[in-house]
């Protein structure tokens, strides 16, 4: 796949990535509530791990799916 994440957007990813996994995981393990209104905590955390993870991965992999069908592209090498 074609790389369409920078530098700062990665570094961005990873951080906001790691932090919502911690945060997902902590609420999980009864740390703290994720849970709002009607939504369980449980269902919370997950979602916000599930988040975090495809922060991690589209930092790593350098490459947004969302970003191809608008054309966005924050890498460095552009051509």
């Known amino acids: 796949m074609v790389r369409n ?3 700062l957007d990665r570094t961005v990813r990873l951080a906001l990535g790691a932090l919502l996994v911690v945060g997902g995981v ?7 509530s994720l849970g709002f209104g009607s939504v369980p905590a449980a269902l919370g955390a997950v979602f916000v791990a599930a988040v975090g993870v495809i922060l991690l991965v589209t930092g790593f992999r350098r490459t947004c ?6 054309g966005i592209d924050t890498s460095d090498d552009r051509n």
């Open 5 to 7: 994440v920078g530098t």
């Open 65 to 70: 799916p969302l970003y191809l069908p608008f």
């Open 26 to 32: 902590g609420s999980y393990a009864g740390l703290f």
